[in-house]
C-alpha cells in the first residue's frame, strides 16, 4: 500500500483557472513538504511544515498556498494557473523537520494549457 | 547558480560492470548528502545517505565516496543490474538546520543486459 497518497495523479488544467492538489502521508511522519520538478530542472524545494505549522517557504508566488486541515495531510492549491505551472509536484514526509530522510509521493503531474 | 551539480548527465555501463555517478556541491554548510532513486512515473526514492563526517558509505553493491575538502562525491554501484536503470539524484542539506534539500539534475542511468 503506498505510505504517500497524491491525487490526483494526472491533471490537465486551463490558465487562469484553479486546482487544488491532495497529499496524505500514513507514516506518522510529522513533518510534510512539497517539489516540484520541471523539465530539465532540479527538483525544487517550495514548502515544509512541521507539526502543520509552516517552517519554509521558497516559493515567491502567493499563487501556491499549502493547506493542512490534519497532522497527515498537506494539500496544495494553486491559483490563477500559468503555463509555467506545468510540472510534475511531489509531495513527501519525514520523521521530523531536521530529519532530511524524506519518503516522497508519486507525485501529481500538472498539465496547463 | 547551480548549488549542487551531478554528471554525466546519462551514463549507459554493461551489467556486470561499475557505475560511477558523480556529485558536487558549492554551499559550505552542506553536511548532510542523500542520494535518490527514481523510477519513471514514481517519486523519487532514497538510496543511501552520507553525512560529512565520513568519508565513505556502503550499502550492498552501493558505495558513496565524500571528499569533503574538493566538496565533491560519487556513487558507485558494482554489478549493476539491469533493474539498476533509473535516475539517480545527489542532494544536499545542513542536517539539523535548514530542513529543504537541494538537488541536482540527475543522471539517467541504463544498464545494458
Known amino acids: 500500500d503506498p505510505k504517500i497518497i497524491q491525487k490526483p495523479k494526472y491533471l490537465v488544467a486551463v490558465t487562469g483557472s484553479e486546482k487544488i492538489l491532495i497529499c496524505e502521508q500514513y507514516l506518522g511522519h510529522n513533518a510534510m513538504y512539497w517539489y516540484r520538478q520541471s523539465a530539465k530542472k532540479p527538483l525544487e524545494f517550495m514548502f515544509s511544515y512541521s507539526y502543520q505549522k509552516l517552517m519554509d517557504n521558497q516559493t515567491a508566488s502567493s499563487r501556491f498556498q499549502p493547506q493542512s486541515s490534519k497532522k497527515n495531510h498537506l494539500d496544495l492549491q494553486i491559483t490563477a494557473l500559468k503555463p509555467d505551472d506545468s510540472a510534475t509536484y511531489f509531495c513527501?514526509?519525514?520523521?521530523?523537520?531536521?530529519?532530511?530522510?524524506?519518503?516522497f509521493g508519486s507525485g501529481t503531474r500538472l498539465l496547463v494549457i | 547558480q547551480q548549488q549542487v551539480r551531478q554528471s554525466p548527465q546519462s551514463l549507459t555501463v554493461w551489467e556486470g560492470e561499475t557505475a560511477i555517478l558523480n556529485c558536487s556541491y558549492e554551499d559550505s554548510t552542506f553536511n548532510y548528502f542523500p542520494w535518490y532513486q527514481q523510477f519513471p512515473g514514481e517519486g523519487p526514492a532514497l538510496l543511501i545517505s552520507?553525512?560529512?563526517?565520513?568519508d565513505k558509505k556502503e550499502d550492498g553493491r552501493f558505495t558513496i565516496f565524500f571528499n569533503k575538502r574538493e566538496k565533491k562525491l560519487s556513487l558507485h554501484i558494482t554489478d549493476s543490474q539491469p533493474g539498476d536503470s533509473a535516475t539517480y539524484f545527489c542532494a544536499a542539506s545542513e542536517a539539523g538546520g535548514a530542513d529543504r534539500l537541494t538537488f541536482g539534475k540527475g543522471t539517467q542511468l541504463i544498464i545494458q543486459p
Open positions: 552520507i553525512s560529512s563526517v565520513s
Open positions: 513527501a514526509s519525514s520523521q521530523e523537520q531536521a530529519n532530511s530522510d524524506y519518503t
